[in-house]
Every structure is written in structure tokens, then in C-alpha cells.
């Protein structure tokens, strides 16, 4: 190559070819990959026994869907026991008692998304309303502490208080030492529904009411301040302040609440209802229990009605995450 066929520089002398430089050791996609890892190495383990959790509790076992379409024989074992095709599904909507109990669980949701999830989101604005400090932390301490209780122990004092005298029920000792009729709350069918209704929202309250204050929290006190130099009070606020603030916490929770419609508080429910209250009180966890682990199973049953209504509740997330997207309010995915 001559003088001439060498590119010049902008300064008229001649451009030296810039020698290639080396590739460092581990590039490329594998090595970028093994950085990340070496950088967040500490991140990684800390979720790490969430992950190993998640797989072997939730994922694992889902190789046992099968078991709704197979006639299962312990000996043959889930991947041996023949295949049935719809019979299972056949069964169910074959059984009165299903039906009973989907009625029941149905109810029992819709009357905890009527009363408990507004509940929620009004002891979350009162709260926020109070001025005393020692007073609000005070109260959130009290709203929070039932959720801490396991049912078990929930249900034993709504036993204590709603059990007849002659077991010691408070409110019906009350009653009959004021020569008043007793109730039987918890062996009356048509009032074991609101006692469901009314202990899940004492049980649960406080936790749903901490999202929304931690949400509320996140505002910027310029803008309370603003709007009361402008005269506005504290409802005027409360609309449109606080609400739009904790809009997406509320839609969040609702999607989520939507998806359990067909799912139920075994806990709850089988440490609060008897035979008695079967009609009113059955609910699908408590049916697919009795059909499996409580003496019937028939764990083919109990298996088709749990992938049944999942999918549902999965159908419904997907559904109610499209409407509120196409109100201009951010979803879960």
C-alpha cells in the first residue's frame, strides 16, 4: 500500500489503522450473565429459599392435576392409575351436595366483597383522619392485632361469645340475664353466613387498612397543604386526595379478591360450623376436604373440583385486569 492509498486524517496526515481490541476474558452472554450473578450474589441468596419454596410446594405438586382425569388406585400410583377422561367432572355436577356448597361459597365471597373490602378501605380513610399520633398508632395496633391470631384460637372467643349460656356464651348471657330471648348464632343456618362474614372482616381488617395507610403515606403533605390554603376540607380532601392516592392499592385488592369468588376460608369455616349449619355453612374447601382427606377418598373428586375453579379464578383475574386497564387504572399485570 502507498501513501496515497492510506486514508487521511482530518489534519491531512495519514489515518494508522486502529489495532483490534481484544475481546475480554468471559464476554459475550455466559460471562455477562456470571458479572450479574457475582454482583448480586447477596440478592440471589436471599431469594433463593423463597424460590426453592415456591417450587416444591406449589409447582411440584402440580404433576397431581392428572388425578382429575384418572380413576386413581393407590397401588398404580398417579402416573399408573387408568385414565377416565370427564367422568370426575360428570360426578361433580351430578352431586346436589357440590352445588350446595358452591351456592355457599358464592354467598359468603360476595357478602365479604360487599361489606369487608368497602370496610377495609373506610377504616383506612377514619384512621388517617386521626390527628393524635399515640392515638392512630394505637388504634392501628388494635384493628392489626386479630390478624396475628390463628383461626383456631380466633374461633374459640367467637365461640366464647356466641355459644349459648349454658356453654358460656357471653352475648347470651347478657341476653338471658335481661330476660330476652337467646340466638344460637352458631347453630342457626341462617345466621352462620353473617357470622362468617362479620369474623373475617374482625380477622382481617387491619392487615387490608395497613396496605392502604402505607399507600396514604406516600402522598405529598404539599398537596393537603395546598388544598386548605384553597379552602377545601377534609372530606373535599378525602375525595380528591386520598383516593385517587390509594386507587391503585384498592383495584390491586380487588382483582385479587375477585379471584377467590369461588374459594373459600377452610380454616374459618371448619372450625366454626357443625352439622347444623351444613346447609348454610358448607363451603368447597370443606366439601373437597370431606371428599379426600376427611374419610371419603375420593381424591379424583376433590382434585377436579379444585383445577375447576382455579382456572376459574384465573379467568377471572385475567378478566377484571382488562377492565381496569380500560378505565385508565394500572392492574396486577
Known sequence: MTALDVPKSPVGTPAVPADPVPARAGGGRGGGWRRTVRKHWFTY???????????????GPMYGIQLAFKNFSVSKGVW???????????????????????????????????????????????INELRLRWLKSGVQTLVYLPYFLSWVVFAGLIGAFLSTSSDGGVINTILAGAGLKEVDFLRTPELFQPVLVVSNIIKTAGYSSIIYLAAIASADPALYESAAIDGANRIQMMRHI????????????????????????????????????????????TYIYRMSLGGGGNFELSTAVNLLFNVAGLIIIVFANRIVEKLDVMGIF
Do not use: C, H, K
Open 242 to 285: 386520598t383516593l385517587p392516592r390509594i386507587m391503585p392499592s384498592i383495584v390491586v385488592l380487588l382483582i385479587l379478591q375477585l379471584a377467590t369468588l369461588f374459594q373459600s376460608n377452610f380454616d374459618q369455616v371448619y372450625n366454626l360450623y357443625s352439622s347444623f349449619v351444613y346447609s348454610t355453612g358448607d363451603v368447597l374447601s
Open 45 to 59: 441468596m436471599l431469594a433463593l429459599p423463597g424460590l426453592v419454596f415456591l417450587l416444591v410446594f406449589s409447582y
Open 80 to 126: 399408573g392409575s387408568p385414565w377416565v377422561g370427564l367422568d370426575n367432572f360428570r360426578e361433580m355436577a351430578a352431586d346436589p351436595v357440590f352445588w350446595t356448597a358452591l351456592q355457599n361459597t358464592i354467598m359468603i365471597n360476595v357478602w365479604n366483597l360487599l361489606f369487608g373490602f368497602t370496610f377495609n378501605i373506610l377504616l383506612a380513610l377514619l
